[in-house]
């Protein structure tokens, strides 16, 4: 989805377009309507995890998957199930660099070659409001800096589930350092025995663009969050270039992009998601930010998983 946050959403406040577009989030009451009275299907000859997020765009599922993928591998054989988007192909290539991706446009048809490929254990990147498979364990991730914004639904605000939600949810992956303890406890009283646990970036090709001043670029679901890592790691851009969340960058878009950095003699820097989906042909002298995720209480969170699979 091409999307740019209205910046309403993540006040936390009501505002006047929240309050007149919120008569619209029917819509959602209808899907759920629909959706209840789905019966999901449980796949016995598998155990499975669903990685999602009720907060439209940016929370950090992509990472946490892959995370979860590459330790769960040393005790189940385990593949990666993402549904097919054609612009979702930059996550795909990344998760494919290191786990087995299966990428069908039916959720169920890609489970069903894992189970005859013989895989113990998949994980979905995203499938929390696909109620047609029961999963073993369900968790939602947010964002430290936008969380679940101004707690409402679409259009009115970011949310495509109603906050209450989270009673049905097994656990939650905070993204960032620091956990909001009145959002904390806001999930609580929701859902008590919810696991709650966090993590975050740590960057591991720094030393290369320390030293340089960067023409900047992005086109992911919390771009504020590229952003706060180059200035916490005190990497210094001068300009700054927002795209829709999963845009495809045409010939023309690089151009125009080397021609600014070139006229203001800078390095060209962006995520490793956008480089992927820069053509190939464009991708010299475009550098890209290497993050690997590092979970708090990681030991702890092993635990976890490994009790409720």
Same mark, same amino acid.
């Given at each position: 989805? =091409?999307?740019?946050?209205?910046?309403?959403?993540?006040?936390? #406040?009501?505002?006047?377009?929240?309050?007149?577009?919120?008569?619209?989030?029917?819509?959602?009451?209808?899907?759920?309507?629909?959706?209840?009275?789905?019966?999901?299907?449980?796949? =016995?000859?598998?155990?499975?995890?669903?990685?999602?997020?009720?907060?439209?765009?940016?929370?950090?599922?992509?990472?946490?998957?892959?995370?979860?993928?590459?330790?769960?591998?040393?005790?189940?054989?385990?593949?990666?199930?993402?549904?097919?988007?054609? $612009? #979702?192909?930059?996550?795909?290539?990344?998760?494919?660099?290191? %786990?087995?991706? !299966?990428?069908?446009?039916?959720?169920?048809?890609?489970?069903?070659? *894992?189970?005859?490929?013989?895989?113990?254990?998949?994980? !979905?990147?995203?499938?929390?409001?696909?109620?047609?498979?029961?999963? $073993?364990?369900?968790?939602?991730?947010?964002?430290?800096?936008?969380?679940?914004?101004?707690?409402?639904?679409?259009? *009115?605000?970011?949310?495509?589930?109603?906050?209450?939600?989270?009673?049905?949810?097994?656990?939650?992956?905070?993204?960032?350092?620091?956990?909001?303890?009145?959002?904390?406890?806001?999930?609580?009283?929701? $859902?008590?025995?919810?696991?709650?646990? %966090?993590?975050?970036?740590?960057?591991?090709?720094?030393?290369?663009?320390?030293?340089?001043? #960067?023409?900047?670029? /992005?086109?992911?679901?919390?771009?504020?969050?590229?952003?706060?890592?180059?200035?916490?790691?005190?990497?210094? !851009?001068?300009?700054?270039?927002?795209?829709?969340? #999963?845009?495809?960058? /045409?010939?023309?878009?690089?151009?125009?992009?080397?021609?600014? *950095?070139?006229? %203001? $003699?800078?390095?060209?820097?962006?995520?490793?998601?956008?480089?992927?989906?820069?053509?190939?042909?464009?991708?010299?002298?475009?550098?890209?930010?290497?993050?690997?995720?590092?979970?708090?209480?990681?030991?702890? !969170?092993? %635990?976890?998983?490994?009790?409720?699979?």
């Amino acid at each position: 989805m =091409k999307l740019i946050k209205p910046k309403f959403w993540d006040l936390n #406040h009501l505002t006047y377009q929240s309050i007149l577009l919120y008569p619209f989030t029917f819509i959602i009451d209808i899907r759920d309507l629909i959706t209840f009275y789905i019966k999901p299907k449980n796949y =016995k000859k598998i155990k499975t995890i669903c990685v999602g997020n009720i907060y439209l765009g940016g929370t950090g599922k992509t990472p946490l998957v892959d995370f979860l993928a590459k330790n769960l591998k040393r005790k189940f054989k385990t593949a990666i199930i993402k549904k097919k988007y054609l $612009n #979702h192909l930059d996550e795909k290539k990344l998760l494919e660099k290191s %786990n087995k991706v !299966f990428f069908n446009k039916d959720r169920r048809v890609s489970l069903m070659k *894992a189970i005859k490929e013989k895989f113990q254990l998949v994980i !979905f990147d995203d499938g929390l409001q696909d109620k047609k498979i029961e999963n $073993n364990l369900k968790i939602v991730c947010f964002n430290s800096t936008s969380l679940a914004g101004n707690q409402l639904r679409i259009p *009115a605000g970011p949310l495509r589930e109603k906050l209450n939600s989270l009673k049905k949810y097994d656990a939650i992956f905070i993204n960032g350092k620091v956990m909001n303890k009145k959002f904390l406890n806001q999930i609580k009283k929701i $859902n008590p025995k919810i696991f709650i646990f %966090n993590g975050e970036y740590i960057c591991s090709n720094l030393y290369k663009y320390k030293k340089n001043r #960067h023409l900047i670029f /992005s086109g992911i679901g919390n771009p504020i969050s590229f952003k706060n890592t180059l200035s916490k790691y005190n990497i210094k !851009f001068k300009s700054s270039l927002v795209y829709p969340d #999963h845009y495809n960058y /045409s010939e023309l878009d690089i151009r125009k992009i080397k021609k600014i *950095a070139k006229d %203001n $003699n800078l390095k060209i820097l962006t995520t490793e998601k956008d480089f992927y989906r820069i053509p190939t042909k464009q991708r010299k002298n475009i550098n890209y930010l290497k993050v690997n995720l590092k979970i708090n209480k990681q030991k702890e !969170f092993e %635990n976890f998983l490994i009790k409720n699979l």
